[in-house]
């Protein structure tokens, strides 16, 4: 109804921005001069980073989203921010002889990793400082993993073929299986509550409950010494072998399949999973209006009636701004 007072227009505007879900998951590897990344839905690979000496295993902090490679020829550990745009620098997080096998603690904001050279399991913090010792090895130290649920540190070394574990604070140490190899690599697998470790001299893949109990073969490479660094996704485990990286499925006598070769060796291995997030979910309710009146402005309000805005100065009064769905009152 119109009437010669000053009228109100008004329109509900409920502007709905769609939630969209963003899942990447991506495949990070070492080679003896660069750091790479797959993306495992499209297969293209990009160089993330050179680092001109042997890098064995990358590490993730999840929680400030750093990647960290032990730079083996350099003695430093290095860290640079992932995922990562921009052109990679490094930034070094402490300098230690022949740094072998990372992993990291993103809960306490610790970095693990052996020296190749010191014969130790060290920690320091994210920033290099508080550097400790957790145990001495008197032998090479090699593959190291974290169970931070229960505390364990899973590792293995070069003068026995032995599945080891230790406490957090070194107090403690196991032998949690006797094998008949090296273990090249171990990760911990928190869905299934299981370890899985790569045999150096054998090329097989295996897995066990926590307490060494139920070994099962995942797969029998027969891949000898040129097996590297495992880690593992979702329902698949993933290795490095030779200048390939391949996946198998968890579960015991599948045929694992080639995801990438390179021309050279590799060596490090890490499974990135950008969790599922929403990039944008948004609600945005405004109420629109005009006053004929008031000076060709178009006004908009929340509901809560905090925030008004000026959304328009039109050059004429306008008695109907919305086609749709607009009420006069
Ligand atoms: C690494 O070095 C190669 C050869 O020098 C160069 O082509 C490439 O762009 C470099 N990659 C990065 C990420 O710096
Ligand atoms: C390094 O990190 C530790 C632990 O978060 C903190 O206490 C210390 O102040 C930091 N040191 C420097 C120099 O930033
Ligand atoms: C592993 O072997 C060592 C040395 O023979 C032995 O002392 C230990 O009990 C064995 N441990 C397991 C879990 O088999
Ligand atoms: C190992 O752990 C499993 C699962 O927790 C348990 O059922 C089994 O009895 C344990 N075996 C030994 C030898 O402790």
Known sequence: MRSNHPWLYMQLLISTVCCIYGREEKLLFSTEYTVKEIDLDTGVVKDLANHSTIVYSIAYDVKERYVYIPRFYEAVIDRF???????????????????????????????????????????????????????????????????THTRWIYYSKASSNALLRVTFDGKEKQVVLNLTSQLI????????????????YTGDFKSALYNGSDVKTVVSTNVKFNNREIDIGNEYVFYTSYNNI??????????????????????????????????????????????????RQIYRLTFAGKELTVMIQLKKQTTCVFGIGNTNY
Request: aromatic share 14%; proline share 4%; hydrophobic share 35%.
């Open 81 to 147: 921010p992932y995922p990562n745009d921009q052109t990679v620098n490094f930034e070094i997080v402490v300098s230690t002889n022949y740094p072998y096998y990372v992993a990291f603690d993103s809960g306490n904001s610790h970095l693990y990793w052996t020296g190749y050279a010191s014969g130790k399991i060290m920690r320091c913090n994210s920033n290099g400082s508080d550097l400790t010792t957790i145990v001495d090895i008197s032998s090479i130290p090699m593959a190291l993993t974290l169970d």
């Open 185 to 200: 690599d171990i990760e911990v697998d928190f869905v299934d509550k299981r370890i899985y470790w790569m045999e150096y």
């Open 246 to 295: 391949l996946k198998v499925h968890k579960s015991s006598g599948q045929i694992p399949t080639v995801v990438h070769t390179e021309s050279i060796l590799i060596y490090g291995l890490l499974f990135y999973k950008q969790e599922d997030r929403n990039i944008l979910c948004s609600v945005e309710k405004w109420i629109y209006f005009g006053e004929e009146l008031s000076n």
